[in-house]
């Protein structure tokens, strides 16, 4: 017997392999949302999506956190036709017409109020436990931001003014325990969460929760928006959400998603900005945009079609052989990939 067997033999922990054989360390299944860009910051690539473990997506009120929690929500539940969500809900402002209104059958849910974070933590903590790997589970947590200590719960009832010095502590042991659970368990966990300012000359958005939520997530997005007009009228909102940790894209990069107030979420939101960025689509002119209709992968000669305006550059048609048989994947993940090279440089 080699000592390697012998040391597997010897284990109490039933799932020890070997480190090529580690089920925990397979090929990362990711699940496609419906928009391009979102998938684009959630793994680097235009065909991925959501990874499991732990997601947060953070930023000040109004600004459709929520909603990119349910769309990566109905991803999941489109790849896996048996899945089913456990929904922790702290904030009460999703009401089942508008998850029906993203796509998602509230049938599906599981949903549980919790008023305090070891609400939170015994709950999950209990489902996790009887969660097996194979198990179709997406946990969504809405939110971490503003949710009290059972502590300051219990200050308030007994008119105690005394500063919660628990809150931090609380939220950090909830994912120290479930982080190992939810790996194992090979399922995801999206976080809703709030962003405050830093204090000093040039304030940053710093996301709330402390070290542990952070320390856990495999993805932290902090969002910021800005009005999306036509004719000095509002129709919705440009969102970008900033990589504040990954570990599939470059830190600090941006990822433009526009949500209209009629229509939503278009499949092609903002993947406009990245192609002109790659090349694959050009501006003559203002308000124009011309699209790659042919590529020599070996030449690196392109041709480009007819200037359209960007009403038209949301269409099928103008994206389909960007999309479908140019480049373009491999022109954004080299973007926005993080490195798989060595890690260690041998030169002498």
């Not at 956190?65 to 539940?77: E, I, W």
């Not at 305090?116 to 009887?130: A, C, G, P, R, V």
Request: some cysteine; hydrophobic content about 35%; overall charge neutral.
């Amino acid at each position: 017997m080699s000592l390697l067997n012998k040391l597997l033999k010897n284990s109490k922990i039933k799932s020890s392999a070997s480190l090529d054989k580690s089920i925990f360390f397979n090929e990362n299944q990711f699940s496609p949302t419906d928009n391009y860009v979102l998938n684009i910051a959630l793994s680097g690539s235009m065909f991925g999506g959501l990874s499991n473990g732990i997601t947060q997506f953070a930023g000040p009120s109004a600004h459709f956190k929520t909603l990119f929690g349910l769309v990566c929500m109905k991803g999941y539940l489109d790849k896996y036709k048996d899945a089913i969500v456990l929904y922790y809900d702290t904030e009460f402002g999703t009401t089942p017409d508008y998850v029906h209104a993203a796509g998602i059958d509230p049938k599906r849910v599981v949903h549980t109020p919790v008023k305090n974070i070891e609400e939170l933590k015994f709950d999950m903590i209990n489902q996790l436990e009887n969660i097996s790997r194979g198990d179709h589970v997406f946990i969504f947590i809405d939110s971490i931001g503003n949710i009290a200590s059972k502590k300051e719960v219990d200050d308030a009832l007994k008119e105690n003014q005394a500063a919660d010095m628990t809150r931090a502590k609380q939220l950090k042991s909830l994912f120290r325990m479930a982080t190992p659970y939810i790996t194992m368990s090979d399922i995801p966990c999206v976080v809703v969460n709030h962003t405050y300012q830093e204090m000093g000359l040039f304030p940053k958005a710093i996301v709330s929760g402390g070290t542990g939520a952070y320390y856990s997530s495999n993805s932290i997005f902090t969002i910021t928006r800005s009005q999306e007009k036509v004719s000095n009228e509002i129709r919705g909102y440009k969102f970008t959400l900033t990589s504040y940790k990954s570990r599939f894209v470059k830190e600090k990069s941006k990822f433009p998603v526009t949500v209209l107030f009629e229509g939503g979420i278009k499949p092609y939101s903002g993947l406009l900005d990245i192609a002109l960025q790659t090349g694959h689509v050009r501006k003559p002119s203002n308000g124009k945009y011309e699209p790659l209709i042919k590529l020599d992968k070996e030449t690196g000669e392109m041709e480009f079609g007819k200037p359209v305006s960007e009403r038209l550059s949301h269409k099928p048609e103008f994206w389909d052989y960007i999309i479908n048989e140019s480049n373009f994947d491999e022109a954004i993940q080299k973007m926005y990939s993080l490195g798989t090279g060595n890690l260690i440089n041998d030169a002498k």
